[in-house]
């Protein structure tokens, strides 16, 4: 049977790049010792409107922060960001004929409409859950473009933080007293979040800008006027800074301090006596640590000092920076770092911006049916950089001051499409670690190649085709694109085939084979035949008179030369290279977030690679610890976020407080001495004979260790 435009496209890829992209299955919890419920709409699966609320809402998308007090825990919830950063971009498309309505029309073509469109941009909810009664209920809604980063419990109250992406809106602390009422404690400009905070010496303390400061005369104004906060205990409209951008020097002049992604302070801790601070910047997050100066420290104007400890300047640390070019501001990897302290210890973990990658990726296919010339090397170039970066984890030996890579934890995250270590927290006794997983977003860029499209059911894809109808129709009237039209007179075929045809065919790999070889052969030829004008030239610039042989040869292979140059310009090999990475990595990764856990820092064991059996799940922010388990918050821009409870069996815990190897293998069969067995380690891959490193692995449905 001929191949159709589809089949052609994927028969550009190699063998290796096209196999069956791996579909998420359920956790197995029993091996693992832990029980997993979800809370919220416990009826609904993948694909199913959650959103934490009955019966659903797809714009609570993101359970950002948990807090808890007595038997209610509040959910600091953030609106779609997905859609709104839709409507954020679109208008930038306006120059080329494409209005929102088409933007939109482009977006559920390349979705199938997983992403809810949202015009209103409403404020985000306060959900609290009854922890006996378990009814959800709003509490508290946000003015429009306004969202909520933090949640957190001090003394009696309940404290959150905005979030807005819209530079107008204020970004503010709100208090939830005793009596259920809302007040506005603290609020100020020129800020996008206001989510770090911790408790230091009695006092709560909350991080991000504060418009009150003045700027030193003499110096630029700054990108943000960063701040860190402390709350009076007995008034709570009185915040009173202890650090400023001039505490944070070169930070505060970088422009992702202006930017909707980031934040001024990410996040604080505190450990060892002092405020551990952490900022974004294009260099690599920055780690900075401050406290009341004690003799002999340069105090600030509040009576402070601070200094960076990690970060350009610092001549100890730069984890942040990894090994990304300095500079190179286009960059989206490290730019962002949190801190958090787990048995004493302290922990730094980073993430790439994952948004704008995708972001970029998406507005040069948008060019490129707009018609422009742009290659695909330079809107995917940091698509493909981010997947090159593993997200990492280290650990603070405050007898050096230097940050240690947990490269027992980098191992976990290399190869996959985790492009962000997003939330700790502390259940048990253990540190849980979640990530962001961008598979599902970057599938939308090579969903044609990387053969989920064939994994969707019959009217899924149908559903898919009439959108893709819808685009070309708009594009066709509005005369935006000379492409739309000879597009749209091959989908009637496209549509009969997907109709007809529910299984793949064979790729043809012969034509994968000449593909690579045109490539290859337009690069070489181009290269030989300029040491072939060159030698010529040279021949020529040494003979006396002239010699018409060898300058009627000399332009023939000018211009063979010119025309290979133009084929090879064409082909823009660096793109293709960049496509088949990124195309592979979506197949042979699970989608949805990642969970992992540890007892001490260095041993860790797989929760989900699946984002608990939903690949929508692309992201977990949020922990709460109780004595019933750990709650559990997603992110889930498509179908709305969820909520689950995780506990772990009374046998597992008594058995790992009882000592071992701290690591759960107490009280679980040893490996016997079988050569011949095939074992499998906790990220399930195959082992045959004795492990040759120590840890827990599973031999025939059980769980045995390897000393």
């Known amino acids: 049977m001929k191949k159709h435009l589809l089949y052609a496209l994927m028969a550009l890829l190699p063998a290796q790049y096209v196999a069956a992209t791996p579909q998420p299955t359920a956790d197995n919890d029993d091996e693992l010792g832990y ?52 409507n954020l971009y679109a208008p930038q498309f306006a120059a080329s004929g494409i209005t929102l309505d088409t ?82 404690v603290f609020q100020t400009m020129g800020s996008v979040s206001l989510r770090a905070n911790c408790e230091y010496d009695g006092h709560l303390f909350f ?26 205990n007995e008034d709570d409209t009185v915040w009173e800074r202890v650090a400023d951008y001039k505490d944070f020097g070169w930070v505060a002049y970088d422009p992702i301090q202006g930017n909707w992604a980031g934040a001024p302070i990410w996040e604080l ?23 009341p100066a004690a003799e002999g420290e340069t105090a600030n104007e509040y009576g402070w000092y601070w200094e960076e400890v990690a970060g350009l300047t610092n001549g100890i640390n730069n984890p942040g920076l990894s090994d990304v070019p300095l500079g190179e501001l286009g960059t989206m990897r490290s730019l962002i770092g949190s801190v958090y302290e787990f048995k004493g210890e302290l922990y730094a973990y980073n993430f790439d911006h994952s948004f704008g990658a995708e972001a970029s990726a998406f507005a040069g296919i948008l060019q490129q049916v707009a018609g422009k010339d742009v290659k695909a090397s330079d809107y995917l170039f940091y698509m493909y950089n981010s997947l090159q970066n593993p997200q990492k984890v280290w650990k603070l030996n405050d007898e050096t001051g230097k940050f240690e890579e947990l490269k027992n934890f980098t191992k976990l995250t290399e190869g996959t499409l985790n492009e962000y270590i997003w939330r700790m927290g502390t259940y048990d006794d253990q540190l849980y670690i979640s990530t962001m997983d961008a598979g599902i977003f970057y599938n939308y860029i090579t969903q044609l190649t990387n053969k ?53 065919e ?20 181009s290269t030989i035949i300029t ?80 984002g608990f059996g939903d690949k929508y799940n692309y992201g977990c922010p949020s922990f709460l610890a109780t004595e019933e388990g750990l709650y559990i918050g997603t992110c889930n821009p498509f179908y709305g976020g969820q909520l689950y409870l995780l506990t772990n069996k009374p046998s597992d815990r008594s058995d790992m407080q009882k000592g071992g190897n701290d ?14 067995a095939v074992y499998y380690d906790l990220q399930g891959r195959s082992i045959k004979g004795r492990p040759a490193t120590k840890g827990i692995y599973i031999l025939n449905g059980k769980k045995v260790v390897n000393r």
């Open 35 to 86: 029980t997993l419920v979800k809370i919220s709409n416990p009826d609904r699966g993948e694909r199913e409107v959650d959103g934490l609320m009955p019966g659903g809402d797809r714009e609570n998308s993101y359970t950002w922060r948990l807090a808890m007090r007595g038997d209610e825990i509040y959910i600091a919830t953030t609106r779609n960001i997905a859609s709104a950063l839709v």
């Open 103 to 184: 933007f939109w029309a482009m977006i559920n073509a390349v979705t199938n409409g997983d992403i809810p469109r949202n015009d209103a941009n409403e404020g985000a909810n306060i959900i609290s859950y009854n922890r006996k009664t378990g009814e959800f209920k709003v509490i508290y809604t946000a003015d429009t473009g306004d969202y909520f980063r933090m949640a957190v419990t001090f003394g009696e109250n309940v404290y959150f933080g905005s979030y807005s992406a819209n530079p107008a809106n204020a970004q503010y602390i709100l208090k939830l007293d005793t009596e259920g009422n809302f007040t506005k």
């Open 207 to 232: 991080a991000g800008a504060d418009d009150r400061e003045e700027v030193r005369e003499g110096d630029m104004e700054p990108m943000a006027k960063m701040a860190v906060l402390r709350k009076s």
């Open 269 to 291: 801790a505190n450990h060892n006596g002092y405020i551990y601070a952490t900022a974004p910047s294009h260099a690599g997050f920055v780690i900075y640590k401050g406290h």
């Open 452 to 504: 989920s499209f064939f994994q969707m059911s019959l009217a899924e894809r149908i559903t898919k085709v009439k959108y893709i109808a819808a685009v070309l129709n708009i594009l066709v009237a509005a005369k935006v694109s000379e492409k739309a039209e000879d597009l749209k007179s091959k989908l009637e075929t496209l549509k009969s085939f997907l109709e007809a045809f529910t299984e793949e």
């Open 506 to 525: 064979q790729v043809d790999e012969e034509t994968v084979k000449k593909y690579i070889d045109y490539q290859k052969l337009a690069m070489a030829v």
């Open 531 to 610: 040491l072939e004008i060159e030698a010529i030239k040279e021949k020529i610039a040494a003979m006396p008179g002239e010699d018409i042989e060898s300058k009627v040869l000399l332009a023939a292979l000018e211009k063979v030369k010119n025309a290979a140059e133009d084929i090879a310009g064409k082909i823009d090999l660096e793109g293709a290279e960049m496509y088949l990475y990124i195309n592979h990595m979506v197949m042979t990764n699970e989608w949805g977030f990642d969970l992992f856990r540890t007892y001490d820092g260095e041993n860790f064991e797989v929760i989900t690679r699946t």
């Open 663 to 676: 690591d759960g293998t107490t009280g679980i069969n040893e490996i016997a001495a079988d050569e011949n």
